[in-house]
């Protein structure tokens, strides 16, 4: 029979046949969603990195809560907020250093470019990616908190700048990875689009989850600069700086657990 007098019923049906058969989804059924709970700790596309980018997140409110309550108003963490600073102490604004600026603003760049050489030399592989950066992270955290240990109540000029420069490269090398993970809304450090989604979105029903998710951020990071400022106000900045490297080692230890085996959220092309 000519092509041009097949029943087209029978000609859609097997064009739908065929579709299914590779993998092609019916544009007219809706996508399955995946349960709430199930997107922040064992999501299809980022297995746990949800949740323990939301312990980051926390991290982050803890630790510059230290550096801007204790090392002369600087970021560790926010480099928006910290070349601001910089401004501000050039133009001789008190309160702010200078040099703890510039030196956490180097320890970021240097944290970030060493973020891009293991990006580039352990591959495609998220899992073991992050297990390691979040491992170094907490060397460096540690290597901060040992210097304001060994100074005291008081850091002299050259510890201060020390445990701005310290803290900033793993805060640095957390932001490269973070960035090339690629988990949506969970930058662990900047909330500003964080923000602008929600309030863009608030009006969108099918965006429910992804505001659930924002705000879940923007929530944790509050936490943590609440945790950081009491830690500061009635401890000291040593007990601060300790909570955060508390936080950065049972995410690295929870990620090297994650790490292990090959999962379908390992592989970069299951994020997309």
Do not use: C, K
Not at 58 to 86: E, K, P, Q
């Amino acid at each position: 029979m000519p092509a041009e007098s097949r029943d087209p019923l029978h000609t859609a049906t097997a064009t739908a046949d065929a579709a299914r058969a590779d993998g092609i989804a019916n544009p007219a059924t809706p996508a399955p969603r995946t349960p709430l709970l199930r997107q922040w700790f064992a999501d299809p596309r980022h297995g746990p990195l949800p949740v323990l980018l939301l312990l980051l997140t926390a991290n982050t409110g803890v630790i510059d809560a230290v550096s801007i309550l204790t090392l002369g108003r600087v970021f560790v963490a926010n480099m928006t907020g910290n070349v601001v600073f910089v401004g501000f102490a050039v133009a001789g604004a008190p309160g702010f250093s200078l040099s703890a600026s510039l030196w956490a603003l180097a320890g970021f760049i240097i944290g970030a470019y060493v973020g891009g050489l293991l990006i580039r030399r352990i591959g495609r592989h998220r899992g073991r990616l992050f297990a390691t950066a979040t491992v170094v992270e907490t060397v460096m955290i540690g290597a901060a908190l040992i210097v304001s240990l060994a100074g005291g109540h008081t850091l002299s000029g050259a510890q201060n700048d020390l445990v701005a420069g310290a803290a900033a490269v793993g805060l640095g090398l957390q932001n490269a990875v973070v960035r090339r993970l690629a988990v949506p809304d969970l930058t662990t450090t900047v909330l500003t689009m964080t923000l602008t989604g929600i309030a863009a979105d608030v009006t969108a029903a099918d965006r429910v989850p992804t505001i659930i998710r924002r705000l879940l951020a923007v929530t944790t990071m509050i936490l943590g600069a609440v945790v950081g400022a009491l830690l500061v106000l009635h401890l000291g900045r040593s007990e601060g700086l300790g909570v955060a490297v508390a936080l950065v080692a049972v995410t690295a230890t929870a990620a090297l657990i994650s790490a292990r085996g090959d999962q379908p959220w390992q592989s970069y092309s299951a994020a997309h």
